[in-house]
């Protein structure tokens, strides 16, 4: 044809494509087929789609493409953390984190190029908002990684913790979870998605049935700072959000994560831990210190060890699992809230 009416079928959900299947007089189960082969084979052109017959694929190929993202840049930490950076077929870029721990493989997904939350303390924020990734632009980061890794291993957990609210993008980030429990058979028990607290549609997402585990980036104690450092607060503050986390129907054996970034001579006193373990009261918490990642420019700066120690042993004392976050590649930037993609 070459109109210029090519479409990316990769953008299509499945109902979509089953559609578009249909205008070219072809079985609506030509959409399953496709989708088969991208999310579990890894087909990366319709060539590879050897279920349609050649006259469909030379036809398809006249009309469509498969998108998927371009490596640009492969940084690997000296703990073995990798960061990528890809290009998007707009030409944004995104990043993306692959972090081994034990036996575990856990790849840090962006959910938008940018973000608009603001954050005082995270560089991501100081680039702005761009535009929302598309669900397929989500998944494609695990397919592209998954590419990269050893063939015998195998990506086991994803975070939804790069660049970008998820909430905030909310049809694609969900939709985008049904291809990674579906299609990529990850179970949600391996897929968390942090928030810096949209508080409606953390709600909607539990009452839509994204039982994922939940991970809120608390970082304050006191709605005075925390509407400082994280503007979000303004609009739903401390209450409405912890509320909003003692309601969550989350199931009997698991816990709500609170991210709780230490910056020095701001957050990390003693008296912050004792707020803290009082805010938590009631919720099923486990808590995730980070210390603060430097970055150029940046106004906050790091505690010191002992400092972070005695925050976890006051908060470990009001019984809550603490847990103080290794930081794993911070010498590539890729360490949390230093995710900006060059921008
Ligand atoms: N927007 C979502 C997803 C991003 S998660 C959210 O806010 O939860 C990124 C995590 O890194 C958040 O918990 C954030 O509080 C933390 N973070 C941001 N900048 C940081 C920095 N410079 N050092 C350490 N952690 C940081």
């Not at 249909?22 to 279920?51: C, G, H, M």
């Not at 938008?112 to 995270?122: D, E, H, L, N, P």
Request: charged fraction near 25%.
């Amino acid at each position: 044809m070459g109109d210029g009416h090519v479409v990316d079928l990769k953008a299509f959900s499945e109902v979509q494509l089953a559609a578009f299947f249909k205008t070219l007089k072809e079985p609506a189960f030509r959409a399953k087929q496709f989708l088969l082969r991208v999310y579990t084979k890894k087909a990366v052109s319709i060539d590879d789609i050897t279920e349609f017959s050649l006259p469909l694929r030379e036809h398809l190929k006249g009309i469509s493409f498969i998108s998927s993202l371009q490596t640009v840049k492969r940084l690997e930490s000296t703990d073995g953390t990798r960061k990528y950076l890809f290009a998007l077929t707009d030409g944004q870029t995104v990043e993306s984190v692959l972090i081994e721990d034990d036996e575990r493989l856990t790849l840090c997904v962006s959910s938008q190029v940018g973000c608009a939350m603001g954050c005082r303390f995270c560089l991501t924020a100081t680039g702005g908002f761009k535009r929302n990734l598309k669900a397929h632009e989500i998944c494609d980061q695990i397919l592209s990684v998954s590419r990269d890794i050893e063939p015998e291993r195998k990506i086991t957990n994803i975070v939804l913790m790069g660049m970008g609210e998820p909430l905030s993008n909310y049809e694609e980030v969900t939709h985008a979870l049904k291809i990674m429990t579906g299609w990529l058979n990850i179970s949600k028990r391996r897929i968390t998605l942090s928030t810096a607290g949209l508080v409606p549609e953390l709600e909607r997402l539990y009452s839509d049935g994204f039982r994922v585990n939940p991970a809120i980036s608390l970082n304050a104690t006191t709605d005075d700072l925390r509407s400082i450092i994280m503007p979000v607060n303004r609009k739903y503050n401390l209450k409405t959000l912890l509320s909003a986390c003692r309601r969550l129907p989350i199931p009997e054996r698991r816990r709500i994560t609170f991210e709780y970034v230490l910056l020095k001579g701001v957050n990390d006193s003693p008296d912050d831990a004792v707020r803290l373990v009082k805010l938590l009261k009631g919720i099923r918490a486990k808590v995730n210190l980070i210390p603060f990642n430097e970055f150029d420019g940046a106004n906050y700066k790091r505690p010191s060890d002992a400092a972070v120690l005695e925050f976890q042993e006051i908060v470990a004392q009001g019984h809550i699992s603490v847990f103080i976050r290794k930081s794993k590649g911070r010498d590539i930037l890729a360490a949390c809230g230093q995710l900006k993609a060059g921008y």
